[in-house]
């Protein structure tokens, strides 16, 4: 890949990360990038008419997506080549009744969101951002509407406390209380004049008045929200030799985006899906950070739901399915610990994913991953053909290990799976850092994924 084209990777995903502050921002912008090139929104409630050689994608509360291209040679029976990813990350969101006012500072009520690294929340520049219900009122008739909404510029802090006034050890390990110390500071009563009329909604008058501006609509128009703080500072290239890119939520929108540039660009002419004779998919699920246990979960029915509908879409016969799921693969992409130059004790020897090294298939014997020998070897192949840099990844046997989206979907669906992850450094803290490299590598590796996949896979002896 030339180095303008890796400039232009890298550009698109610092504008992606940009656009996208929670889930819900980042399905948006997924879904704005696929109806660009043509694919064609599908509903679930609504009865599917597919057709091969076609494009199409479907959300699920927003937050979730799935995208997908049908072969022209596709029939029912022929499998699904799927890379899975997560639009959520660790975050502190806002709670039923946020209202909280101590001291004469008005503050925000925030309950935690996955496992974060919360003592990096502290003295950054916050603000809000999510999703909003708003009561619409046109000729008589009422309608209500799901309608996004960031705003911009600072407008919270969670403050430290002086080391002065704590213990002199704090630096020995700063222990956070996320009750009592991670409300951020909204502003003083000193300075807002409280409006009494949209005080008792749950939330501060000055914070709803902000959304309400943003939306351009009133305070009393908003029915409920969910929103979550967001750290306002920009996704950036940096470093000394531009190598890096620092931003938050790189766990897990760097495979999100990779996966679904890699399907738009596999995809993009008619020629690409001339000989292909599957359905190339992505599906990026919500609530991966806390179980994957929601209707928009990779838990919940949704991929097995996308699978059978396609299928069902060509054929009458139910046993096609069973039959497809057999002939299916995917690749659970979530991003993986890249080797710390000053913790290098926390990996294992044998086992230390570097950044600028390309993917890494990650690998437990205890299925918190859910790679085997077959399908680690088919991601390994595709590297080979196109001379892309692959790494493995075991965690050391005296530390936990964490999991993915793999394992569920690979025992709830009963598909072939690998995991695989970019490396990063600072996983879940409010600000991370990856490689440049790596996105080049990550995005190149999922296309030849989707472009050679179905022909790998007639050579590979399955069950017999």
């Known amino acids: 890949m030339a ?24 399905v948006d912008e997924a ?52 890379v899975g990813a997560h639009t959520d990350s660790p975050c502190l969101k806002l709670k039923p009744v946020s209202k909280v006012k101590k001291a004469d500072y008005l503050e925000v009520g925030v309950q935690t969101y996955g496992g974060g690294l919360w003592h990096t929340w502290f003295d950054r520049d916050l603000t809000v951002a999510g999703r909003v219900m708003i009561r619409e009122e046109k000729g008589g008739s009422v309608s209500y509407s799901h309608r996004l909404v960031r705003i911009e510029e600072p407008i919270m802090r969670v403050p430290t ?39 008792e909604n749950g939330h501060h008058a000055i914070l709803t008045q902000m959304i309400a501006t943003k939306l351009g609509c009133q305070p009393d128009q908003i029915c409920d929200f969910e929103l979550q703080a967001c750290d306002t500072q920009p996704s950036i290239v940096a470093g000394a030799a531009k190598e890096f890119i620092f931003s938050g939520r790189l766990d897990n929108l760097c495979m999100s985006f990779c996966s679904l540039k890699a399907l738009i660009d596999a995809t993009s002419s008619e020629s690409d899906l001339e000989n292909e004779s599957g359905v190339r998919m992505v599906a990026l699920f919500d609530h991966e950070e806390v179980g994957s246990n929601s209707a928009q979960g990779a838990g919940s029915p949704a991929m097995l739901d996308a699978l059978s509908r396609i299928t069902n879409s ?6 096609m399915l069973t039959k497809a ?40 014997a205890n299925q918190r991953y859910a790679t085997n020998a077959v399908t680690s070897f088919i ?27 793999g394992p569920i979907l690979a025992s709830g669906v009963g598909i072939r799976t690998v ?4 490396p990063q450094l600072s996983m879940h803290s409010i600000r991370e850092m ?26 590979i002896t399955g069950d017999t």
């Open 31 to 82: 879904k704005k990038r696929l109806q660009k090139v043509g694919y064609e929104q599908v509903i679930e409630r609504e009865d599917w008419k597919l057709e091969a050689g076609k494009r199409y994608f479907f959300t699920r509360n927003h937050s979730t997506i799935v995208a997908f291209a049908i072969g022209k040679k596709y029939v029912a029976g022929n499998g699904f080549h799927v």
């Open 419 to 422: 995991d695989v992850g970019a």
């Open 161 to 199: 406390l002086a080391i002065h006034l704590d213990s002199r050890g704090v630096n020995d390990g700063f222990k956070v209380n996320t009750q009592n110390h991670l409300l951020p500071v909204l502003a003083t009563s000193v300075k807002v004049e409280l409006n009494k009329e949209f005080a």
């Open 3 to 26: 180095d303008t084209e890796v400039s232009s990777v890298v550009s698109d995903f610092i504008g992606f990360l940009n656009a996208s502050p929670t889930a819900f921002h980042a």
């Open 325 to 364: 799921i057999q002939r299916s693969f995917l690749v659970s992409a979530d991003m993986a610990h890249a080797l710390h130059p000053n913790y290098m004790d926390k990996h294992e020897e044998n086992h230390q994913p570097k950044l600028h090294g390309g993917l890494v298939i990650k690998h437990n």
């Open 434 to 459: 990856c490689a440049v490299d790596d996105v080049k590598h990550s995005y190149e590796h999922f296309k030849a994924f989707f472009k050679e996949f179905s022909q790998l896979d007639t050579k």
């Open 314 to 319: 060509f054929t009458s016969d139910s046993k």
């Open 379 to 405: 991601f390994r192949e595709i590297a080979m053909k196109h001379n892309l840099p692959i790494q493995d990844f075991v965690v050391r046997n005296d530390t936990p290990c964490g999991s993915t989206i």
